[in-house]
């Protein structure tokens, strides 16, 4: 799974087999925040994923992110470019899981 991410996603693993999404990274992004977001238990929001829940992942260049992914074999299933709280774009992990990748929209 960690090279899967570092491969696709970019992200940077440490030592101890984790990665850090510091806050002060999210606090240049206007309008960025960590979201928790439960949902019903009969959600089909995963779908096409049949796993209980999804990551959603702040990213800071959404369309870099898809290119990144897209040379690495993984397409969007869904995107949405533009909504009120910034873009949005669906891809599915190697082991069935939906990710959500946002870019926030900047606050005016």
């Not at 799974?1 to 999404?21: E, K, N, P, S």
């Not at 959600?43 to 992942?57: H, I, V």
């Not at 995107?79 to 009120?84: H, K, P, S, V």
């Amino acid at each position: 799974m960690r090279d899967w991410y570092g491969r696709v996603l970019g992200i940077t693993f440490t030592d101890w087999g984790g990665a850090l999404f510091l806050p002060q990274d999210a606090a240049a992004h206007a309008g960025s925040a960590t979201v928790f977001s439960p949902f019903k238990a009969d959600t089909d929001y995963f779908a096409p994923s049949d796993k209980e829940f999804m990551f959603n992942l702040m990213v800071d260049d959404l369309n870099a992110i898809l290119a990144r992914a897209k040379e690495q074999g993984v397409e969007p299933i869904l995107t949405m470019m533009d909504e009120a709280n910034g873009s949005f774009a669906h891809i599915m992990d190697n082991e069935g899981r939906k990710i959500e990748l946002w870019q926030p929209k900047p606050m005016s």
